[in-house]
Protein backbone atom coordinates (compact mmCIF):
# COMPACT_ATOMS: atom_id res chain seq x y z
CA UNK A 1 0.00 0.00 0.00
CA UNK A 2 1.12 3.39 -0.50
CA UNK A 3 0.55 6.53 1.76
CA UNK A 4 -0.29 9.88 0.78
CA UNK A 5 -0.37 12.19 4.25
CA UNK A 6 -1.62 15.79 3.32
CA UNK A 7 -3.49 18.59 5.10
CA UNK A 8 -0.62 20.57 7.13
CA UNK A 9 0.12 23.87 7.33
CA UNK A 10 0.34 26.67 9.89
CA UNK A 11 -1.89 27.68 12.34
CA UNK A 12 -2.18 29.99 15.39
CA UNK A 13 -2.26 28.26 18.98
CA UNK A 14 -5.92 26.83 19.55
CA UNK A 15 -6.49 26.66 16.17
CA UNK A 16 -7.60 23.01 14.08
CA UNK A 17 -6.65 20.98 11.25
CA UNK A 18 -7.56 17.78 9.50
CA UNK A 19 -5.03 15.90 8.04
CA UNK A 20 -5.85 13.42 5.54
CA UNK A 21 -3.90 9.96 4.72
CA UNK A 22 -4.86 8.31 1.11
CA UNK A 23 -3.84 5.22 0.19
CA UNK A 24 -3.85 2.94 -3.02
CA UNK A 25 -2.55 -0.33 -3.65
CA UNK A 26 -3.96 -3.16 -1.92
CA UNK A 27 -6.98 -3.40 0.06
CA UNK A 28 -6.97 -0.15 2.60
CA UNK A 29 -9.88 -1.69 4.67
CA UNK A 30 -7.02 -4.59 5.48
CA UNK A 31 -4.96 -2.38 7.35
CA UNK A 32 -4.95 -0.60 10.97
CA UNK A 33 -3.93 2.78 10.27
CA UNK A 34 -1.82 4.91 12.69
CA UNK A 35 -0.65 8.83 12.97
CA UNK A 36 2.73 9.62 14.15
CA UNK A 37 5.12 12.98 14.61
CA UNK A 38 8.72 13.80 15.25
CA UNK A 39 9.77 17.10 16.51
CA UNK A 40 12.79 18.26 15.17
CA UNK A 41 15.72 16.37 17.39
CA UNK A 42 13.36 14.38 18.75
CA UNK A 43 12.43 10.59 18.35
CA UNK A 44 8.88 9.65 16.06
CA UNK A 45 6.29 9.13 18.74
CA UNK A 46 2.78 8.00 18.29
CA UNK A 47 0.00 10.23 18.24
CA UNK A 48 -3.03 8.09 17.27
CA UNK A 49 -4.42 5.24 16.06
CA UNK A 50 -7.65 3.21 14.70
CA UNK A 51 -7.96 -0.76 13.67
CA UNK A 52 -9.31 -2.11 10.11
CA UNK A 53 -13.26 -0.96 10.85
CA UNK A 54 -12.91 2.18 12.53
CA UNK A 55 -14.59 0.14 15.46
CA UNK A 56 -11.18 0.54 17.83
CA UNK A 57 -8.93 3.50 18.39
CA UNK A 58 -6.30 4.54 20.31
CA UNK A 59 -4.60 7.82 21.70
CA UNK A 60 -1.69 9.21 23.05
CA UNK A 61 -2.15 11.10 26.36
CA UNK A 62 -1.00 14.02 25.08
CA UNK A 63 -3.78 14.48 22.37
CA UNK A 64 -7.04 12.89 24.28
CA UNK A 65 -9.99 15.07 23.84
CA UNK A 66 -8.09 17.41 21.66
CA UNK A 67 -7.62 14.88 18.36
CA UNK A 68 -9.73 12.21 16.80
CA UNK A 69 -8.50 9.70 14.20
CA UNK A 70 -11.42 8.46 11.56
CA UNK A 71 -11.13 6.38 8.44
CA UNK A 72 -13.35 6.01 5.31
CA UNK A 73 -12.75 3.09 4.21
CA UNK A 74 -15.56 3.72 0.72
CA UNK A 75 -12.39 6.65 0.41
CA UNK A 76 -9.35 4.88 1.04
CA UNK A 77 -8.46 7.70 3.54
CA UNK A 78 -7.40 8.15 7.13
CA UNK A 79 -8.34 11.44 8.97
CA UNK A 80 -6.74 12.91 11.68
CA UNK A 81 -8.52 15.98 13.29
CA UNK A 82 -6.72 18.02 15.37
CA UNK A 83 -7.81 20.77 17.47
CA UNK A 84 -7.23 22.43 20.44
CA UNK A 85 -3.70 23.10 18.84
CA UNK A 86 -1.07 23.67 20.91
CA UNK A 87 2.52 24.53 20.05
CA UNK A 88 4.28 21.43 21.13
CA UNK A 89 2.12 19.56 18.61
CA UNK A 90 4.68 21.59 15.65
CA UNK A 91 6.07 18.51 14.01
CA UNK A 92 6.33 16.51 10.40
CA UNK A 93 3.20 14.21 10.89
CA UNK A 94 3.30 10.75 9.08
CA UNK A 95 0.61 8.31 8.69
CA UNK A 96 0.91 4.62 8.80
CA UNK A 97 -0.36 1.43 8.09
CA UNK A 98 0.09 -2.63 9.11
CA UNK A 99 -1.53 -5.67 8.61
CA UNK A 100 -0.49 -6.87 12.12
CA UNK A 101 -3.73 -5.04 14.07
CA UNK A 102 -3.96 -2.01 16.19
CA UNK A 103 -0.50 -0.64 17.25
CA UNK A 104 0.82 2.23 19.36
CA UNK A 105 4.61 1.60 18.24
CA UNK A 106 6.80 2.69 15.27
CA UNK A 107 8.07 -1.16 14.51
CA UNK A 108 3.83 -1.67 14.27
CA UNK A 109 4.31 -0.17 11.17
CA UNK A 110 5.16 -1.75 7.26
CA UNK A 111 4.20 1.68 5.52
CA UNK A 112 4.67 4.68 6.07
CA UNK A 113 3.75 7.98 4.28
CA UNK A 114 5.96 11.06 3.45
CA UNK A 115 4.96 13.13 6.07
CA UNK A 116 3.30 17.12 6.58
CA UNK A 117 4.68 19.19 8.07
CA UNK A 118 2.08 21.26 11.15
CA UNK A 119 3.17 24.42 12.75
CA UNK A 120 1.29 25.70 15.12
CA UNK A 121 2.63 29.55 16.13
CA UNK A 122 1.77 31.14 19.95
Known amino acids: VQLQASGGGLVQAGGSLRLSCAAS????????MGWFRQAPGKEREFVAA????????RYADSVKGRFAISRDNAENTAYLQMNSLKPEDTAVYYC????????????????WGQGTLVTVSS
Open 96 to 111: AATLRGLSSNVAGYDY
Open 25 to 32: GRTFSSYA
Open 50 to 57: INWSGGST
